[in-house]
């Protein structure tokens, strides 16, 4: 079963640059259909698509972030990271790291495994 | 992008009784080449991560009690609880994975009446 689990400080500064880990456990990174995305909450609200990573390097963002966004894949670790530069208050939330599973006969998309969450908070 | 709404925004329900919740998107999400409704339900506890339940819009996932039922297609999907359950107090995302530009809907929290 995989397990994902996120590392990272819970407070970073404004302007400053937002960086989270997730470490791929019971797994490998290099499974092919598995996609590596980040996810977000703000605080009591709903979910946002950040953006997805495969093993190749290959990345898909959402146009919203995209200017400040940077998904990355170490597979000698297992692990994918995110970086969100010149963060605001508005970038306060909890960050999640899952897995999403492609089907390659439909092109679907499923979000299977999650992480525990990030909360990050955007504070001086 | 595809916007995803859900209704109500809360609902309470009594032990064994019925829940129903309601997503619709602004656009299609059946894929005609193959039949599917490119839609799934998540259900997130308080302090809890995401958990997928049902996708293609009426699909199971594995492990998922089957007093939980999708329907729908096209742009109105419903969610649907036969009896509820106290574990089953939650938010409810519904989501459309028709654009790798993922969109959820903005949640319905269940609560016990």
């Known amino acids: 079963q995989v397990q994902l689990q996120q590392s990272g400080p819970g407070l970073v500064k404004p302007s400053q640059t937002l960086s989270l880990t997730c470490t791929v456990a019971g797994g490998s990174i290099n499974t092919g259909g598995s996609y590596w995305s980040w996810v977000r909450q703000h605080p009591g609200k709903g979910l946002e698509w950040i953006g997805y990573i495969y093993y190749s390097g290959s990345t898909s963002y959402n146009p919203s972030l995209k200017s400040r966004l940077t998904i990355s894949v170490d597979t000698s670790k297992n692990q994918f990271s995110l970086r969100l530069s010149s963060v605001t208050a508005a970038d306060t939330a909890v960050y999640y790291c899952?897995?999403?599973?492609?089907?390659?006969?439909?092109?679907?998309?499923?979000?299977?495994?999650w992480g525990q969450g990030t909360l990050v908070t955007v504070s001086s | 992008d595809i916007v995803m709404t859900q209704s109500p925004d809360s609902l309470a329900v009594s032990l064994g009784e019925r829940a129903t919740i309601n997503c619709k998107s602004s656009q299609s999400v059946l894929y005609s080449s193959n039949n599917k409704n490119y839609l799934a339900w998540y259900q997130q506890k308080p302090g809890q991560p995401p958990k997928l339940l049902i996708y293609?819009?009426?699909t199971r996932e594995s492990g998922v009690p089957d007093r939980f039922s999708g329907s729908g297609s096209g742009t109105d999907f419903t969610l649907t609880i036969s009896s509820l359950q106290a574990e089953d107090v939650a938010v409810y995302y519904c989501q459309q994975y028709y654009t790798t530009l993922f969109t959820f809907g903005p949640g319905t929290k269940v609560d016990v009446k």
């Open positions: 899952a897995r999403v599973l492609y089907y390659y006969d439909s092109s679907a998309y499923l979000f299977d495994f």
């Open positions: 293609w819009a009426s």
